[in-house]
């Protein structure tokens, strides 16, 4: 029913490949990928069922922002000195470039595996480096973070459910993570279903429109749209419990961000795990407000199978 291998491509001799995909089918369907950019992994490409494609890896505007994504701008190691004094080093590892004086970090992927559940269901664990850039002391970057990020895929009908559960822990220093706007779990579609191209976004109260539901709280909020061809296709985001209760970050040019760190931060000792879960809805046809909202009440009995 599944299959979970490298993407195939010919390369002309002497040419190597920057980085490889990982490509993920169901019932011979392309559902999405693994892929690394040179600053962080992602999910890309993104496909409803019927074999759309629903997000942008990265755009003019925004070249950080990569399909679905994890990511924090303002990341702290406390680095220990004699005497038990410690040293705060800041690192981004959301934009690509030095952000607000913080030097810009990758997160890397250095493993994969996976299992099936069963006929519809195919659990994938990642792990990840949160590796600081090149310095004096550490030529290669300091790996801040570990991370372990499992990827549970449900394939139902008319659309597939994706659950995206990071578990972050700390290497040798303390890390606090925040406050910040630009975090954790990311989505960015492609310019058919923004709404400053046509495309409608709703959310789980009922309301319309990026800016009535920026900065309310919600259970889910949805971008769809009509793509090539007439037909309507779709990409829902919705928090599972640890991140639940804060305000969205929504825009009509395409981008929506479940944020625990908005106004607030969160500290992981040493030898501690902070868990930080999403769960991505990838649907043809419109927002379907009632099969969301069932969507959204099965998060917890899903991640128990």
């Known amino acids: 029913m599944f299959c979970v291998d490298d993407e195939a491509v010919d390369l002309p001799s002497g040419a190597f490949a920057h980085s490889r995909r990982v490509d993920v089918r169901w019932q011979d369907r392309h559902v999405f990928s693994f892929s690394q950019s040179p600053w962080r992994a992602c999910l890309y490409p993104l496909y409803t ?6 997000t942008s890896e990265s755009p003019a505007d925004h070249p950080h922002h990569n399909s679905v994504w994890i990511a ?12 038990g004094v410690t040293e705060p080093a800041l690192y981004n590892f959301y934009v690509n470039d030095t952000f607000q004086g913080r030097a810009p970090g990758r997160i890397l992927a250095v493993g994969l595996t996976h ?8 659990r994938l664990e990642q ?10 002391g550490a030529p290669q970057g300091r790996v801040i973070a570990h991370e372990r990020r499992v990827v ?3 394939c139902r009908q008319n659309r597939y459910v994706i659950d995206l559960c990071s578990h972050l822990r700390a290497t040798d220093w303390q890390l606090t993570v925040g406050p910040t706007r630009h975090a954790y779990h990311g989505v960015r579609v492609v310019e058919s ?8 976004v709703c959310d789980a109260s009922h309301a319309q429109g990026a800016g009535n539901i920026n900065g309310t709280v919600s259970d889910w909020v949805d971008m769809s749209g009509t793509v090539g061809g007439g037909c309507v296709a779709g990409i829902t985001l919705m928090p599972h419990a640890d991140c639940s209760g804060h305000p969205w970050f929504v825009t009509d040019w395409g981008t929506m961000t479940v ?11 040493m030898g501690e795990t902070l868990r930080l879960g999403a769960r991505i809805v990838v649907h043809d046809g419109p927002a379907d407000a009632a099969v969301l909202t069932a969507e959204q009440a099965r998060i917890t009995q899903d991640m128990g199978a």
């Open 127 to 136: 792990q990840l480096q949160w590796c600081g850039p090149p310095e004096w």
């Open 259 to 269: 944020n625990p760190f908005h106004g607030s931060q969160q500290h992981i000792a």
């Open 49 to 54: 069922p019927s074999g759309i494609a629903v």
């Open 115 to 122: 299992r099936q559940i069963d006929a519809s269901h195919l």
């Open 152 to 154: 549970d895929l449900h």
């Open 72 to 83: 924090a701008d303002r990341v702290t190691a406390h680095l220990p000195f004699e005497g």
């Open 193 to 200: 279903l923004r709404q400053s191209h046509g495309g409608q």
